[in-house]
């Protein structure tokens, strides 16, 4: 693996960090002093309209839709954006869930689906979300999803109740990619299937927003509780075939967990220069918080933790251009374990240096805590993750027994 970034990767880090001086980190307080209800701020239009001008547009996507870059150019893209990720990901259409859901249809979606959804996503005329979460059931494994898709004639019904549903808050959320079982009596692995849902259909109702430690994560469209009941789409908006529906969903998931570590290092990063900042600024107890042992001692451990986290995922980007997913799902569960823990540990103590400030909306850092921690639950828990990556380990050592 060669450490040093390509041509194309440092002509987009110049231009993406010009535009975050210039467009984004000017824009953060209009942004986060809010809009009315669901909707982001209007001052995201502007930065939108400025990301296009830049050129800094889909960068997320590979192939013809998008920039074409390989995953170890976009994830120091990535990293950057997640110096403020409530702003510069939308800002550049890099924001999850649309960025999953356009890597679906663009992969699977048929010409029709493309020509209705994808366009509309990649222009960033209008928002989605993912649907797979419920509360009845333990969702980390998705083959207990009970939510049900059943054939009927030129149609399929869909029944059942769904949870912290990003984004679909937003009504600009348009589509609603749903993961729910077609045949429950097939394997475990292919009873599930993925079909497409516009918000207007009648039978879905949108219940409630949700919390996430308090935070209504209002300017991202929020979190919400879903109910289907009778929903009625045409056959033609499965997406892929009946059964198809969980092997699209982990090609889903391995680049978001790329996205959401590398945006995880510019949110550490974003960390360690405020607690910088904090100890060179304040002075108790005779002497400045910069001179303190223990405020040393996060600064150097947070920087360690910092190279450790990220050389890892450039690895895993890497593998992942070089093998494939399937190729590089080793390092892949490693980081989702080790990205988030890490960066809430530097994150914790960058609000700790800061006192009360750091608890308050006058600081980014109380909520890129709550982001850093709830990507331990999203996209799979840790222990998920630790039992998948024991077991591949421990199968090493009983094929050669």
């Known amino acids: 693996m060669d450490f040093e970034f390509d041509a194309t990767t440092e002509d987009y880090r110049k231009r993406l960090l010009a535009f975050m001086d ?63 990720p409530a702003i510069a990901p939308p800002a550049l259409n890099c924001n999850a869930p649309d960025t999953g859901n356009m890597e679906v249809l663009a992969e ?34 998705a083959t207990n999803i ?43 692995h292919v009873q599930q299937s993925q079909i ?5 259909t009648p039978g879905l109702t949108i219940k409630r927003g949700m919390t996430v430690f308090g935070y209504t994560d209002g300017d991202h469209g929020g979190h919400a509780e879903l109910l289907f009941e009778n929903v009625r789409v045409p056959a033609s908006n499965l997406i892929g075939v009946e059964g198809g529906g969980f092997a699209i969903s982990q090609a889903r998931l391995g680049p978001g ?22 100890a060179l600024e304040r002075t108790p107890f005779g002497k400045p918080l910069a001179e ?58 960058a609000i700790q240096a800061h006192g009360a400030l750091g608890t308050s909306q006058d600081t980014p850092l109380a909520h890129l805590w709550v982001s850093a921690r709830t990507l331990r639950l999203a996209d799979g828990p840790d222990e ?6 024991a077991r591949r380990e421990l199968n090493r050592y009983r094929s050669r027994q």
């Open 384 to 389: 998920v993750h630790k039992r998948s990556l």
């Open 257 to 278: 967990r790329i996205h959401h570590c590398m945006r995880l290092i510019g949110m550490a990063e974003r960390g360690l220069e405020l607690m910088c900042r904090r």
């Open 108 to 141: 699977f979606g048929t010409p029709a689906q493309q020509e209705q959804w994808l366009k509309p996503l990649l222009e960033g005329s209008i928002r989605s979300a993912f649907a797979m979460t419920e509360p009845q059931v333990a969702s980390s494994d």
């Open 292 to 349: 303190q042992g223990v405020i040393q001692d996060w600064i150097a451990e947070s920087r360690v933790r910092i190279e450790q986290a990220r050389l890892l995922v450039l690895k895993a980007a890497w593998l992942m251009d070089t093998v494939g997913n399937k190729g590089a799902h080793t390092e892949i569960q490693a980081i989702k374990i080790v990205v988030p823990q890490t960066v809430e540990w530097i994150l914790d103590k």
């Open 146 to 188: 009970g939510t049900r898709i059943e054939r009927d004639g030129d149609e399929y019904v869909i029944n059942g109740r769904k949870f912290y549903i990003t984004g679909a808050m937003n009504p600009n959320c348009k589509i609603f990619i749903v993961m729910g079982k077609t045949d429950p009596d097939a394997d475990r």
């Open 22 to 84: 210039e467009h984004v980190y000017p824009a953060e307080d209009e942004y986060h002093a809010g809009g009315d209800g669901w909707e982001a701020p209007p001052v995201l239009e502007d930065l939108k309209n400025a990301a296009k001008a830049a050129g800094l547009w889909n960068l997320f996507l590979p192939g013809e839709h998008g920039a074409g870059l390989t995953n170890l150019q976009y994830a120091p893209l990535a990293e950057i954006m997640g110096r403020s």
């Open 196 to 200: 497409l849902v516009p918000r207007d």
